[in-house]
C-alpha cells in the first residue's frame, strides 16, 4: 500500500496544508495527515489556541478531506512521521511504502539524511519512503507550484482583523468566516 503522511501544525489551516493534502491523497491509497493540538503563543503574534482549531479541524476542514485520508491529532507532527515509519521498520512483513509530503524548506530542516538513515531504516535503504518535495522540488516550493502562503502572514491578517486577506489564504471550500470567528473569539 502506498501511504501518504502530512505532518502540519497548522496554527492556523490555511490553502498551502490543503495543498499537501490534496497533493498526497491523489497519489496514495492512504493518507494520514498528523495534525497539533498544542497552543502557538508568540510575543507579537496573534496567539492560536490547539483547543480552538481542533473545533474548527471537527466542524469546518475535516468536511474538506478526500475520502483516503485520515486525520490524527495531538503530539508533534513531525515525531508522529518518524514514529509511523519506524514502527513499519519494525514490522517488516508490510510491503507498504511511505511518502512524506511537507515543502521543500521543512524537508529539509526536519528530514536530514543523518535521521533517516537511523530513525527509518532499512525502509530508507530499501526506497520505501520518499519525499515528494526531493521527488518533484518544483511543485512544493511555495509561490512556484505551492501557494504562496505562510501561517505567520495568516496570523498577521487575524492580528490586523484583515478578514479579506485572511479569507484570501483559505482553500476555496473553506467557510473562512467560521474559522475567522472562531480563532478572534479564542483570542479573547
Known sequence: ???????????PYHAGHHYLIEAASAKN????????TSDRKRKGEFPICGDTMRVIWQDEILKLMPENVEVVFGGSPVRKVYETIGDAC???????????????????MNYSIQNRKKY??????????????????????????????????VRRHL?????????????????????WSRLLKSSN
Open 120 to 153: 527509518m531504516e532499512p525502509l530508507w535503504s530499501d526506497n520505501r519512503v520518499s519525499f515528494a518535495a526531493e521527488i518533484m522540488p518544483e511543485s512544493f516550493i511555495r509561490g512556484s507550484g505551492a501557494p504562496d502562503i505562510r501561517a505567520e502572514d
Open 90 to 108: 519494525d514490522d517488516l512483513s508490510t510491503l507498504d511504502s511511505f511518502t512524506v509530503y511537507s515543502d521543500v524548506v521543512d524537508t529539509k
Open 1 to 11: 500500500m502506498k501511504i501518504g503522511l502530512v505532518p502540519i501544525s497548522a496554527k
Open 29 to 36: 491509497d492512504k493518507v494520514i495527515v498528523y495534525a497539533s
Open 159 to 179: 492580528k490586523n482583523k484583515d478578514f479579506l486577506s485572511f479569507s484570501s489564504c483559505m482553500p476555496t471550500k473553506l467557510n473562512s468566516y467560521a474559522c
